[in-house]
Protein backbone atom coordinates (compact mmCIF):
# COMPACT_ATOMS: atom_id res chain seq x y z
CA UNK A 1 0.00 0.00 0.00
CA UNK A 2 1.76 3.53 -0.52
CA UNK A 3 1.61 5.91 1.87
CA UNK A 4 -0.99 7.92 1.21
CA UNK A 5 -1.36 10.70 3.38
CA UNK A 6 -3.58 13.38 4.69
CA UNK A 7 -3.23 17.11 5.80
CA UNK A 8 -5.49 17.90 8.97
CA UNK A 9 -6.06 21.46 10.49
CA UNK A 10 -4.83 20.56 14.50
CA UNK A 11 -4.62 24.33 15.71
CA UNK A 12 -5.90 28.07 14.67
CA UNK A 13 -2.62 28.19 12.81
CA UNK A 14 -1.13 24.83 12.56
CA UNK A 15 -1.76 21.89 10.05
CA UNK A 16 -0.11 18.39 10.27
CA UNK A 17 0.46 15.91 7.63
CA UNK A 18 -0.67 12.40 8.59
CA UNK A 19 0.20 9.17 6.52
CA UNK A 20 -3.48 7.66 6.77
CA UNK A 21 -1.63 4.31 7.04
CA UNK A 22 -0.34 5.02 10.18
CA UNK A 23 -3.53 5.99 11.69
CA UNK A 24 -4.70 2.95 14.33
CA UNK A 25 -7.91 4.95 15.32
CA UNK A 26 -9.96 7.52 15.97
CA UNK A 27 -11.65 8.45 19.49
CA UNK A 28 -14.45 11.24 19.32
CA UNK A 29 -15.34 13.67 22.25
CA UNK A 30 -18.08 16.10 21.73
CA UNK A 31 -16.63 18.47 18.77
CA UNK A 32 -12.47 16.94 19.34
CA UNK A 33 -11.27 13.81 17.72
CA UNK A 34 -7.71 12.28 18.86
CA UNK A 35 -6.11 10.47 16.31
CA UNK A 36 -4.23 7.89 17.84
CA UNK A 37 -1.47 6.90 15.72
CA UNK A 38 1.14 3.54 15.53
CA UNK A 39 3.60 5.78 17.51
CA UNK A 40 1.36 6.03 20.33
CA UNK A 41 1.06 9.86 18.99
CA UNK A 42 -2.24 11.35 19.77
CA UNK A 43 -3.47 14.41 17.22
CA UNK A 44 -6.42 16.57 18.57
CA UNK A 45 -8.27 17.61 15.71
CA UNK A 46 -11.27 20.27 16.22
CA UNK A 47 -13.35 18.13 13.75
CA UNK A 48 -16.24 15.60 14.54
CA UNK A 49 -15.21 12.08 13.50
CA UNK A 50 -17.47 11.95 11.26
CA UNK A 51 -16.20 14.88 8.90
CA UNK A 52 -13.00 13.62 9.72
CA UNK A 53 -13.51 9.97 7.62
CA UNK A 54 -15.52 12.38 5.16
CA UNK A 55 -12.37 14.46 4.42
CA UNK A 56 -9.86 11.69 4.36
CA UNK A 57 -12.26 9.22 2.14
CA UNK A 58 -10.16 6.06 3.04
CA UNK A 59 -11.98 2.76 2.70
CA UNK A 60 -9.51 1.63 5.07
CA UNK A 61 -10.98 3.66 8.12
CA UNK A 62 -14.39 2.01 9.26
CA UNK A 63 -16.36 3.96 11.97
CA UNK A 64 -17.25 1.02 14.69
CA UNK A 65 -19.27 3.14 17.11
CA UNK A 66 -20.92 6.59 17.61
CA UNK A 67 -17.62 7.80 18.68
CA UNK A 68 -14.77 5.80 17.35
CA UNK A 69 -13.22 4.58 13.78
CA UNK A 70 -10.56 2.57 13.31
CA UNK A 71 -8.23 1.25 10.52
CA UNK A 72 -8.97 -2.18 9.37
CA UNK A 73 -5.88 -3.13 8.64
CA UNK A 74 -4.62 -2.89 12.61
CA UNK A 75 -7.92 -5.15 13.69
CA UNK A 76 -6.16 -8.54 14.84
CA UNK A 77 -8.98 -9.73 16.42
CA UNK A 78 -12.88 -9.63 16.95
CA UNK A 79 -15.13 -10.75 19.87
CA UNK A 80 -18.19 -10.79 19.45
CA UNK A 81 -19.92 -12.18 22.46
CA UNK A 82 -21.90 -10.30 25.18
CA UNK A 83 -19.29 -7.80 24.61
CA UNK A 84 -18.46 -6.30 21.19
CA UNK A 85 -14.43 -6.30 20.93
CA UNK A 86 -12.07 -5.07 18.49
CA UNK A 87 -8.22 -5.63 19.71
CA UNK A 88 -5.45 -3.64 17.29
CA UNK A 89 -2.09 -4.16 16.62
CA UNK A 90 -0.89 -2.49 19.75
CA UNK A 91 -3.10 -4.61 21.73
CA UNK A 92 -5.08 -1.60 22.74
CA UNK A 93 -9.43 -2.85 22.27
CA UNK A 94 -12.08 -0.89 21.35
CA UNK A 95 -15.83 -1.62 21.59
CA UNK A 96 -17.69 -1.14 18.41
CA UNK A 97 -21.63 -1.24 18.03
CA UNK A 98 -23.79 -3.55 16.18
CA UNK A 99 -25.14 -0.24 14.88
CA UNK A 100 -22.06 0.07 12.71
CA UNK A 101 -20.47 -3.42 12.37
CA UNK A 102 -23.02 -5.68 10.77
CA UNK A 103 -20.60 -8.28 9.74
CA UNK A 104 -17.38 -8.47 12.23
CA UNK A 105 -15.72 -11.06 9.88
CA UNK A 106 -14.86 -8.16 7.50
CA UNK A 107 -12.64 -6.37 9.97
CA UNK A 108 -9.92 -9.37 9.61
CA UNK A 109 -10.09 -9.89 6.15
Do not use: W
Amino acid sequence: MKNDYTILKTGRHELTRVTINEILYLKAFGNYTDIILESNKKITVCQNIKNILNYINSSILIRISRNSAINKTKAIKVINGKKKIIRLTNNEELNYSTNYISTPNDLLA
